[in-house]
């Protein structure tokens, strides 16, 4: 059925997902890297938390502090100069990464079928409707495997993985594809059928192993490889040089294939081999790693200041105290937090709280490691250097709160010696 010359199936068709999209994204969060880019950090915290569930509070702090130390140093130094993505080495690597996957992508064949399937169809002896059968099959396919990629294997196996798999495949497949064309030409009558709907299934082979590596991966690799400054603009280069090539081969496939046959797809098995040894060779594994990690990880950018646990004078370490999170204090310390940020604030804090346990673990150091073979999870323990001297001031503040067993362990155990108001205090 017709209305206004548009049938109302690919009408439905296109308004069922659209309606899905605009429903399902009413449940998304806001990035919290935007977020944090918009100052509105008290939302990106609580987002990080959200993500992260219950009972990972640890990482999700982490995590947070993390992302919060890297974004509000990157807003300092952001620019929409396209001479930022070469201007030091680091930047230029992250550059020639996402710029290189978009064009290996064009590379790999995939729009020569999309847009001149009928014509490589003809080649094989499927003409008619036939031909428009198989499209519409293999239009099904590829977003079937796609979909299974993206839900079931992209984290797992990571991204360069299946960008090598993929490149390997299509060497393969186009390999094979050109073999039968070359040797059973439709208007031969010693033309072989079997072989020719064998070249149908490297086509549909194709597609699928497009749909388990470049498809889904040139995408999520271009994205992430940018620190936050430069990301939205070298996102847009690469994407660029993504269509620039799009353009350039829907050009020249259809004379390519109308004048030297199936030579045209020796191009692509030339390619794609070339293809997979730069990736092997030059392209790094980002599984895993958050962006803020990409710096120090994969390409050691100066300019970006190491995220520590020590920012904003120690107030991860300080807040934890206050709350009372052990586990977050014992691995903010492990991870080099120092409890002398903000004139030793976090003990005072711990002091005020009459606890000697925390006060203890803030100022006393002690070998961490656990004994893995028994599984017991218990401490082996080894009296270090303390991470903190203990002053009269700490001691007068413990005075104060008549914490006297705090008060007996700074001046006993620690050979803190008062001064004389805290003596005096201590008299009474």
């Known amino acids: 059925m017709r209305r206004g010359g548009f049938p109302l199936g690919c009408r439905f068709a296109i308004l069922v997902p659209a309606s899905l999209l605009l429903l399902g994204i009413q449940f998304l969060p806001y990035s919290p890297r935007w977020l944090l880019e918009v100052d509105r950090d008290d939302e990106a915290k609580a987002v990080v938390y959200k993500l992260h569930g219950k009972g990972n509070e640890i990482a999700a702090e982490l995590e947070y502090q993390e992302m919060h130390d890297t974004i509000k140093a990157e807003a300092r130094v952001k620019t929409r100069s396209l001479r930022t993505l070469v201007s030091t080495v680091p930047m230029a690597k992250r550059l020639f990464v996402a710029v290189g996957v978009q064009v290996f992508t064009q590379f790999t064949g995939i729009n020569v079928i ?91 082979l194709t597609s699928v192993m497009f749909s388990l590596s470049f498809g889904p991966v040139s995408w999520v690799l271009a994205s992430e490889v940018f620190p936050t400054h430069a990301r939205a603009l070298g996102t847009m280069v690469a994407t660029c040089c993504n269509w620039a090539f799009n353009t350039m081969i829907g050009q020249v496939a259809p004379i390519g294939m109308d004048k030297v046959g199936w030579k045209f797809y020796m191009l692509f098995v030339a390619l794609n081999l070339v293809d997979m040894i730069i990736i092997a060779i030059f392209f790094p594994e980002t599984k895993g ?91 082996k323990r080894r009296k270090l250097e303390d991470r903190v001297v203990v002053n009269s001031a700490m001691l007068k503040a413990a005075v104060k709160c008549d914490a006297r067993d705090i008060v007996d362990y700074m001046a006993r155990e620690k050979g803190c010696i008062p001064d004389m108001q805290t003596l005096h205090m201590m008299a009474k």
């Not at 120090?296 to 807040?319: C, M, Q, R, W």
């Open 114 to 204: 999309n847009y001149f399937g009928p014509t490589m169809y003809r080649s094989l002896g499927i003409t008619g409707h036939k031909s428009l059968l198989v499209q519409g099959i293999y239009g099904a396919v590829g977003p079937i495997a796609n979909l299974f990629f993206i839900v079931f294997l992209l984290d797992r196996v990571g991204r360069k993985k299946p960008l090598v798999f993929g490149a390997g495949s299509f060497v393969c497949t186009f390999s094979i594809l050109a073999a039968i064309v070359a040797t059973n030409p439709v208007d031969s009558p010693l033309s072989n059928q079997t072989a020719q709907r064998a070249g149908i299934a490297m086509i549909f």
């Open 289 to 379: 790693k958050t962006l803020e990690e990409m710096n120090e990880y994969l390409f050691d950018s100066p300019g970006i200041p190491k995220p520590n646990v020590n920012s904003h004078g120690g107030y991860a370490l300080t807040k934890a105290v206050h709350a009372k999170f052990i586990p977050l204090i014992r691995f903010l310390l492990d991870y080099g937090a120092e409890p002398q940020c903000k004139n030793c604030l976090a003990i005072f804090v711990a002091i005020r709280q009459k606890d000697l346990a925390l006060v203890k673990l803030l100022i006393e150091r002690d070998d961490s490691s656990y004994t893995d073979c028994l599984g017991t999870g218990k401490r």
